[in-house]
């Protein structure tokens, strides 16, 4: 299991030992709290198993922009891209790219260790600037889990043509809704991150990759940080 969800996973099996009922308490408590923890549980899994594989996830913004995820294992690569920026992560370089007033800079740092999961800081950076990541929706999912008060409904869809279970959570730290596909990739989101509203639905997923997304972007400023011996 990568490293840097575990955390989730094991918080999200928790849920059943701080909700369940002792007593005289109603079993219908007991089996809502098991029901949650199955729920993320399961979710957790599946995007857990996604961060091994190798595909690329095209995203709708609200705004009419566009975001993408893509990685892969063979060499171990990952690149998270949205209208303002791009983060990618490679064996030789962590680069980070912003564009403003038309211009897109890009800087290359050395590598970083991803512990056989490159996506793991390509989320970690992401996150920083208040995007939505599969490991942002797990805390979520878990938050309202262990919230007694909260309720969580679960629907199946299809979101891209790939089958999803989609949840709609309302609960007093803030409502949202999200959908995971069968193969653990993020299919949509709306809710509120960072103090800000987002709202994303996945339109495209493969398996197979573009190698020239982990690129800068053509015609970018590239300031080169490494150091070489």
Known sequence: MPAALRP??????????????????????AATALDRSDLVNDLAARMDEALVGTWTAEYQLADGGTASIAQARKPLRATYTWPAGKITVTQDALTRCE?????????????????GTPSVPV???????????PPGVIRLLTDAALDSDAT???????????????????????????????EGVLGSFAGTLAGRATELTLSRWTETIDPA?????????????????
């Open 8 to 29: 989730f996973r094991m918080l999200a099996a928790t849920v059943v030992a701080s909700l369940t009922v002792t007593g005289c308490q109603a079993m219908d408590d």
């Open 99 to 115: 564009t403003a007033a038309g211009r897109t800079a890009c800087t290359v740092l050395p590598p970083v260790a991803t512990a």
């Open 123 to 133: 989320y970690a950076e992401a996150a920083e600037r208040g995007l939505v990541t």
């Open 152 to 182: 969580i409904t679960q629907s199946d869809t299809t979101v891209a043509g790939r089958p999803a279970t989609c949840v709609d959570v309302r609960h007093t730290a803030g409502d949202f809704s999200a959908c995971v596909t069968n």
């Open 213 to 229: 997304v982990f690129e800068p972007p053509a015609g970018a400023d590239v300031t080169d940080r490494r150091t070489t011996s």
